[in-house]
């Protein structure tokens, strides 16, 4: 026992953090947030399945009504319904050539609700450094897409690998970083499902839980919040990914695909080829 009468184990357990996770009041399910991953669509289902109703506004904005490990009342019970293993555990993940092309437009193209651009001074930064062209709001945003879009993957790579110009940010770091937290700190999920068949996805959740409150997914609006932030992507998925492009994504993204099972030779294939082994999961993010 240390000095404190507490135990080696005893301390790594109360320090044990879970970022991004979010637990609903009831207890009835924990999830692991990935961002651009449908989480405004499973935030408000969680929302609603222990209310009854939708929370008004960005489900991301609440500061009630969700256990959230960013607000340092949820820290407590969340950990130790985690480290318990008491509740419904899952993550939701999406094809990485979609998901980096959703970051693209919405984060670095796109003007957010409060009317800035993303991160204050980032695309300023962006145009200066790496060429980034974004468009002006006063002529419609008009660009070269892709031309954009391989500039920006640079950027990306950048942050990811060497920290530079600045660390990397949520939204285009990998899903294995994200999801690997979960598991490193003591967590284990009971599901992860693709954001391209979210409906039989989130109702494998909603069938192995229970809830006070009934939810029809049929009848469940999709919370796309980013929506109407960015111009419109004008061009097929594979048309913005060459050979240099495609190897940029595999480096930052290997264990994404591998993982989760996506077509890293074919940017036109969202879905996925083959299943989630939840094992090798936790095996592999585990370390």
Known sequence: MSSGGRSLAQRSIALANFPGTWMTPSESMVYRVVPKCACSTIGQIMYYSDHGRFFDGDIHDAKTG??????ENSQQPIRDNVLAHKSFAFTCVRNPYT??????????CGVQRSGNYYRGNLVPQLIQKYGIDVGNPADGLAFDQIKSFRRFLLFARDTIRWRKPMEPDIHWSAMS???GTFIANGGRYDHIFWTEQFDAGMQAVLDRTDRPHAIDLATIPRFNES??????????????????????VYEIYKRDFRLFKYDFENPANKMPVGEIDLDEVHAKLGQ
């Open 99 to 108: 998901r980096i092309l959703s970051s693209f437009f919405d984060k670095i």
């Open 66 to 71: 969700l256990h959230k490990w960013a607000l």
């Open 227 to 248: 929506e109407g932030h960015g111009p419109k992507r004008l061009h097929p998925v594979e048309d913005y990914f060459d050979d240099l492009s495609m190897h940029l």
């Open 177 to 179: 970083g994200h999801i």
